[in-house]
Every structure is written in structure tokens, then in C-alpha cells.
């Protein structure tokens, strides 16, 4: 049973347009909501979160919309980068400091 | 400053071998996270520690799993009579105390465990 999902196992866009990344959750309980990206043989590397009180945050490239109601959320990065390509993981959790559960990612591919 | 470490990177084991793996989390993080990922599968919860609280141990996948955090820093995960559905990615992780501006979970590079 699944409370996170990142139904796209890949995503490829090309330098310089806008990445979409979608994450659907079914816990209605988590109110913390995180993007981690992780390049190979490394460790997650945290991006940006949102919570719940909010429906948008932004960081430079990146921007997470939330949509509560739908139980969706999703990571824009504009312009891409081929230094982006690396599979993005998107998080939930119920508190701030609180287990994470995590989607099963999505693999990036920014071609120059 | 310094990230979460982990040791060993990699370890490959025989069935039926116990294993130890270690975590060090930055320096004044007061809750430590073990996570594994098996291949094609999204990060999987395993156990929390909060502070000098009991740790939600409420992942481990059965009783051959256990860890410990020692003085509140570093921390070890045991798996007893490993099998081979134990290989995996193992990821430790550490936060800032609550209260905090920032409450997100920042990774050490992990261990790749192999169970031939």
C-alpha cells in the first residue's frame, strides 16, 4: 500500500525548458511534503518542502505546488539544467520532525 | 562543515553472517534516521531516534534488525542471519533539534549491502 506515489519512473526534457515533476499522495495526515534529489552512489540530497498552510514555495529554480484537495504536489524546475539529471524523490510526513515516507522517485534526464 | 558518514560503504556478506553498519549524523543533530532502499524501490523506514527518547522502532522489517545510538551520536545497525532479500541500500539520516527553523533530513551517502 502505497501513501506516496511517483507514478512517472522517467521524465526527459531538454536544457533550458521547464521540468515537471508530479508526486500523488493518499495519507491525509501528512502535512509536511519534501524533495529530495539523489545522484548515483550517493546519498538523497534534501531540494525544497512545503507545508500544508501553504499551496506554493520557491527556491531560484525550483518550485513546489501543493494542492491539498487533489492530494498532489509538484516540483518545477525552470530553466533545466543537465546538472539536474538525477532521480527526484518526493516525501511526506505528518509533524516537522517525523518519519519520512518516501515515493519511489523519478529518474531526470536533462539533455543539452 | 561535516555531513552524515557512513561505514562501510560497501559490505558484501554470506547468508546466515551478521552485519554492523555505522552512522555518524552532523554534529548537534539530536534525531538520527535509518532508511534502506532495495533496487527499484522509493526509501524505506526503518527506525527513529529522538534525544534520549525510546526510539520508534516501528520499521524494522523483523527481529533480526536492531540499532542502537550510543551518547546520542553515533548509531549501529545490526542485522543478525542476514538473507539475501537484506541487500539493499542502507541510509542514515539525521535532523536539528525541534524547534528549529528547518526540520529536514539531511543523508549520508550510504552503505551497499550484498548477501551472496
Known amino acids: 500500500d502505497q501513501q506516496v506515489k511517483q507514478n512517472s519512473p522517467s521524465l526527459s526534457v531538454q536544457e533550458g525548458r521547464i521540468s515537471i515533476l508530479n508526486c500523488d499522495y493518499t495519507n491525509s495526515m501528512f502535512d509536511y511534503f519534501l524533495w529530495y534529489k539523489k545522484y548515483p552512489a550517493e546519498g538523497p540530497t534534501f531540494l525544497i518542502s512545503i507545508s500544508s498552510i501553504k499551496d506554493k514555495n520557491e527556491d531560484g529554480r525550483f518550485t513546489v505546488f501543493l494542492n491539498k484537495s487533489a492530494k498532489h504536489l509538484s516540483l518545477h524546475i525552470v530553466p533545466s539544467q543537465p546538472g539536474d539529471s538525477a532521480v527526484y524523490f518526493c516525501?511526506?510526513?505528518?509533524?516537522?520532525?517525523?518519519?519520512?515516507?518516501f515515493g519511489k522517485g523519478t529518474m531526470l534526464l536533462v539533455s543539452p | 562543515g561535516a555531513g552524515v558518514s557512513q561505514s562501510p560503504s560497501n559490505k558484501v556478506t554470506e547468508k546466515g553472517k551478521d552485519v554492523e553498519l555505522r552512522c555518524d549524523p552532523i554534529?548537534?543533530?539530536?534525531?538520527l534516521y535509518w532508511y534502506r532502499q532495495s533496487l527499484g524501490q522509493g526509501l524505506e523506514f526503518l527506525i527513529y531516534f529522538q534525544g534520549n527518547s525510546a526510539p520508534d522502532k516501528s520499521g524494522l522489517p523483523s527481529d533480526r534488525f536492531s540499532a542502537e545510538r550510543t551518547g546520542g551520536s553515533v548509531s549501529t545497525l545490526t542485522i543478525q542471519r542476514t538473507q539475501q532479500e537484506d541487500s539493499a541500500v542502507y541510509l542514515c539520516a539525521s535532523s536539528p533539534p525541534p524547534g528549529t527553523s528547518h526540520y529536514e533530513q539531511y543523508f549520508g551517502p550510504g552503505t551497499r549491502l550484498t548477501v551472496t
Open positions: 516525501a511526506a510526513s505528518p509533524r516537522r520532525y517525523s518519519t519520512l515516507t
Open positions: 554534529s548537534g543533530h539530536t534525531a
